[in-house]
T-cell receptor, first 117, second 113 residues
Framework: GAVVSQHPSRVICKSGTSVKIECRSL??????MFWYRQFPKQSLMLMAT?????????EQGVEKDKFLINHASLTLSTLTVTSAHPEDSSFYIC?????????????FGPGTRLTVL | DQQVKQNSPSLSVQEGRISILNCDYT??????FLWYKKYPAEGPTFLIS?????DKNEDGRFTVFLNKSAKHLSLHIVPSQPGDSAVYFC????????????FGTGTRLLVSP
């Protein structure tokens, strides 16, 4: 199956700093990438949909100025958590939509564990 | 408002027996449903999906059943294996947004030898 990578896998930062998370589709071109957040024992919540070359579409309640998303190429999307605070600590997962097969599946990255002190 | 619900947070099954994981949804616009398997600190892995025009889809040991009138789907794993132990998420899509998925809260399956 298609492979999606994320970097870093784990990051610890001080409150007030910014953190960038990269999501790459390694063996296919992803016109659409998605960013999710998962709190402990909760569901994956979609934060935003990222289309290559255009602005991301954010879900209701997600601050677009705090969670900056850039999808500069067909294989790379980045999520920057600006001025991070302890409540931003979470597991962030990206996924990429594949244009082949006609199925509505997404391939997920391994996730990034963000801890804000 | 949780549009996709998995009411059982955990399920324990013996190896070789059937595992049945349930999922309910409230949004009648959903027309595509998926099951994902997730290990700790990893992203979900796609398992099986079903379109709303079907009521059953089978792939090896995994079968998904859809009851549209009840807004209910289930995943059957037969026979269950210890390697199946993971958290299982059901997800739904309305197809109005390309691949925009709404996830349930997950069910932790433990298959004991």
């Amino acid at each position: 199956g298609a492979v999606v990578s994320q970097h870093p896998s784990r990051v610890i930062c001080k409150s007030g700093t910014s953190v960038k998370i990269e999501c790459r589709s390694l063996d296919f071109q992803a016109t659409t990438m998605f960013w999710y957040r998962q709190f402990p024992k909760q569901s994956l919540m979609l934060m935003a949909t990222s289309n290559e070359g255009s602005k991301a579409t954010y879900e209701q309640g997600v601050e677009k100025d705090k969670f900056l998303i850039n999808h500069a190429s067909l294989t790379l999307s980045t999520l920057t958590v600006t001025s991070a605070h302890p409540e931003d600590s979470s597991f962030y997962i990206c996924s990429a939509g594949t244009p082949f097969g006609g199925y509505n599946e997404q391939f997920f990255g391994p996730g990034t564990r963000l801890t804000v002190l | 408002d949780q549009q996709v619900k998995q009411n059982s947070p955990s399920l324990s099954v013996q190896e070789g027996r059937i595992s049945i994981l349930n999922c309910d949804y409230t949004n009648s616009m959903f027309d595509y449903f998926l099951w994902y398997k997730k290990y700790p600190a990893e992203g979900p892995t796609f398992l099986i999906s079903i379109s709303s025009i079907k009521d059953k889809n089978e792939d090896g040991r995994f079968t998904v059943f859809l009851n549209k009138s009840a807004k209910h789907l289930s995943l059957h794993i037969v026979p269950s294996q210890p390697g199946d132990s993971a958290v299982y998420f059901c997800a739904a899509s309305a197809n109005t947004g390309f691949q925009k998925l709404v996830f349930g809260t997950g069910t932790r399956l433990l298959v004991s030898p």
